[in-house]
């Protein structure tokens, strides 16, 4: 009988370990590895990669095998070239440090999987030394955007989203008006989703990946139903309004910038204090409606 219960007690302490370190456990041992390197943790790497726009299937015949081949290591210097890092294209600890913090899906490069993104006006404002990136802007006719919410979004959600809709419009042309109409029917389409949740991003429970908003004029804003979400800043949970805040940049037109005191910085802690609009924020959303 003891054994017995020893054995459940095991059982329930190994699943529940499983469930926390399963995000980024493949990043754990890859430092220093490189091209030409075989590894375990390779793909879910090249995967994960893949998601945010760094590598593209399309470019390599590795994608299902831990091979570090020539699309990976471009992959890797890619991501290391946004972020600041230093760019060696090998998998040093500053990088899967930041790597295996958890983050926003929105990729943070758009080219590869969506095709309705206007290429040419992301690549001139690549050039300029600001880290914020302009993706996409609604049409001069449309500063009043509606927004509503999946039938099944938390109650206790709705303030801290009108709370981030509010900040936006002190800084830009929008308002920010609730339909009475149908979910569907709204320019923003705010839910809660878990897992394969049909639009392409897969969520990943909780940590990993937290939410995601998708661009003008799509306009879907999904939060990672999986993340222990909280009306206030507090250890352990994870900030609605922060995390709101930064998804509507992207519901606005904002891609990731790299600076890491920016509203639109990708990563953020649970626990991590509220962010206010930096600089570069404020330089980004005056760069995408200028005449506002
Ligand atoms: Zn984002
Ligand atoms: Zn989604």
């Not at 955007?145 to 009108?162: E, G, Q």
């Not at 979910?183 to 991003?201: A, E, L, N, P, S």
Request: proline residues 5%; aromatic residues 12%; glycine residues 8%.
């Amino acid at each position: 009988m003891t054994s017995k219960i020893s054995f459940l007690y095991i059982l329930v302490l190994s699943a529940i370990l499983i469930i926390c370190h399963a995000h980024h456990e493949f990043l754990k041992d890859l430092n220093g590895t490189r091209k030409g390197d075989h590894a375990n943790g390779l793909i879910e790497l090249k995967k994960f990669l893949s998601y945010l726009g760094y590598v593209n299937p399309a470019n390599s015949i590795h994608m299902n095998d831990d091979f570090f081949d020539d699309e990976l290591e471009s992959g890797v210097k890619e991501y290391q070239t946004f972020f600041k890092l230093k760019v060696t294209g090998v998998l040093d600890q500053e990088t899967l440090n930041l790597m295996s913090k958890p983050r926003c899906g929105t990729p943070d490069h758009y080219f590869m999987r969506n095709s309705e993104v206007n290429h040419s006006f992301e690549k001139v404002h690549l050039s300029i030394s600001s880290r914020y990136r302009l993706v996409k802007a609604w049409p001069p006719n449309k500063r009043n955007l509606t927004f509503s919410y999946s039938p099944n979004t938390r109650l206790d959600a709705k303030v801290p989203i009108v709370i981030a809709f509010r900040k936006w419009s002190r800084i830009s042309p929008f308002r920010f008006l609730i339909t009475h109409g149908r979910y569907v029917d709204g320019d923003i389409k705010i839910g809660f989703k878990r897992w394969d949740h049909g639009d392409g991003y897969p969520f990943d429970g909780k940590g990993g990946i937290l939410a995601h908003a998708f661009y003008p004029p799509d306009g879907r804003f999904h939060f990672d139903a999986d993340e222990i979400w909280d009306t206030k800043v507090r250890q352990g949970t994870l900030d609605i309004q922060g995390v709101a805040l930064h998804e509507v940049g992207h519901i606005l037109g904002l891609g990731h910038s790299a600076d890491r005191n920016a509203v639109m910085f990708p990563h953020v802690e649970y626990g991590e204090p509220r962010k206010n609009f930096s600089q570069d924020d404020i330089d980004g959303i005056r760069a995408l409606y200028p005449n506002n």
